[in-house]
């Protein structure tokens, strides 16, 4: 079964800074991928996905982006984080299809001050 | 527009109390439901799914859940609940857009509290 590593676990950062987070996965190939949002009460906002390489579909405007490298890697970025950016990150897998079972990875927690 | 709602935002129980948590969806076609727990700081790990077939699906932790088509519900349940069930559950529903990616959508959560 598929494993899901994100990295760092927390951070904190200042505003205006820039963001790396990093989501791998073991034990499946040509996952489609995701990137999720969660804020206190509001529960998980879809960021980005990708069904491949290089391919990333966003689904909320923000100064986030997305990029996937490798068929198993999976990265969120920004230029220059926003208070509002605060949050649980979450990354996901599945195998495709449309109907197949997402799986999370343990989140990142992302603290801008 | 499709949605999901969870109505009940925290749930008090005693332990050993029997559990429900209530989910409502809105979906135009044949929807794919999901129940996920939470542990504070952890991600989400499946609880059950329902695709199709037998309405009511057994899951992980002795949890099980209804489809019920008519009233548009998705209820989780548990006769006997233990103090390691405190946690926040996740209702979603998704489905096969025609696509590579099934995406879904997510209730705002339940947070279970259990009191000894």
């Known amino acids: 079964s598929q494993t899901i590593h994100q990295w760092p676990a927390t951070l904190v950062q200042p505003v205006g800074s820039p963001l790396s987070l990093e989501c791998t996965v073991e034990?499946?190939?040509?996952?489609?991928l995701y990137w999720y949002r969660q804020a206190a009460g509001r529960g998980l906002q879809l960021l980005f996905y990708?069904?491949?390489?290089?391919?990333i579909s966003s689904e909320v405007p923000q100064n986030l982006s997305a990029s996937r490298p490798q068929d198993r890697q999976f990265i969120l970025s920004s230029k220059k984080l926003l208070l509002s950016d605060s949050g649980f990150y979450l990354c996901?897998?599945?195998?495709?299809?449309?109907?197949?079972?997402?799986?999370f990875g343990p989140g990142t927690r992302l603290t801008v001050l | 527009a499709q949605s999901v709602t969870q109505p009940d935002i925290h749930i008090t129980v005693s332990e050993g109390a029997s559990l429900e948590l209530r989910c409502n969806y809105s979906?135009?076609?044949?929807?794919?439901l999901f129940w996920y727990v939470q542990s504070p700081g952890q991600g989400l790990q499946l609880l059950l799914k329902?695709?199709?077939?037998?309405?009511l699906v057994q899951g992980i932790k002795g949890f099980e859940a209804e489809f019920k088509r008519s009233q548009s519900s998705f209820n989780l349940r548990k006769p006997s609940v233990h103090w390691s069930d405190a946690a926040e559950y996740f209702c979603?529903?998704?489905?096969?857009?025609?696509?590579?990616?099934?995406?879904?959508?997510f209730g705002k959560g339940t947070k279970l509290s259990v009191k000894p």
């Open positions: 979603a529903v998704g489905g096969n857009y025609g696509g590579s990616q099934g995406n879904l959508i």
């Open positions: 329902y695709f199709s077939g037998d309405t």
């Open positions: 034990g499946t190939s040509n996952p489609n």
């Open positions: 990708s069904v491949g390489i290089g391919q």
């Open positions: 979906y135009g076609a044949t929807p794919y």
């Open positions: 996901a897998c599945d195998r495709g299809g449309g109907t197949d079972t997402q799986y």
